[in-house]
């Protein structure tokens, strides 16, 4: 008699760990979740980070309990000049990243930010679709970017630039 029993191929059931170290080696590891590559200078390859964004991202990190991508960390002066990124842009000093958040909307993403307190500056820009942030020791503002501008988060218009479309 044949046995119909099904097939479940054999997993071999000893769990590998070997591939950390590799993994560890080209990553970079900065944090538990974030590493040197997610920050450097897409262009230039220059790195500078600041331990208090990385600090607020895990916050943040651990808050949503989601994977946090690091679209922009560093930029470096040339490349923002090159670009004409935005006049006060503290990614050249390290202080700034622009994220997106796995399975959460742009405004979802804003609202969980703002519950950080050491996230000092929170930016949405919808037409690139990412939320930046920022941890510069001051006052809390927040804002939306368009056309390489940012227009002042208030009362009153918050609700326009916050609606999920
Ligand atoms: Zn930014």
């Known amino acids: 008699m044949r046995s119909q029993k099904p097939n479940f191929s054999k997993k071999s059931s000893s769990k590998k760990r070997s591939f950390s170290r590799t993994k560890k080696r080209f990553t970079n590891k900065i944090s ?6 997610d920050f450097t200078c897409k262009e230039s390859g220059k790195f500078k980070i600041s331990l208090g964004l990385v600090g ?18 560093y930029e470096c002066n040339e490349v ?7 006049k ?4 050249t000093q390290g202080l700034a990243a622009d994220i997106t958040i796995e399975g ?3 405004t979802e993403s804003f609202k969980a930010a703002e519950t950080i307190e050491s996230i000092s500056g929170i930016g949405i820009n919808k037409k690139e679709n990412y939320l930046h942030i920022e941890t ?3 006052e809390r503002r927040c804002w939306a970017e368009e056309n390489n501008e940012e227009i002042e988060l208030t009362q009153e218009n918050k609700k326009t630039y916050l609606e999920d479309s």
């Open 136 to 138: 510069r020791k001051t």
């Open 32 to 37: 538990e979740h974030f590493s040197k590559l």
């Open 80 to 86: 923002a000049e090159k670009k004409g990124s935005l």
């Open 88 to 91: 006060r842009n503290l990614h």
């Open 56 to 73: 607020a991202l895990e916050e943040l990190r651990t808050l949503v309990k989601k994977r946090i991508t690091i679209v922009k960390g």
């Open 104 to 106: 959460m909307s742009l």
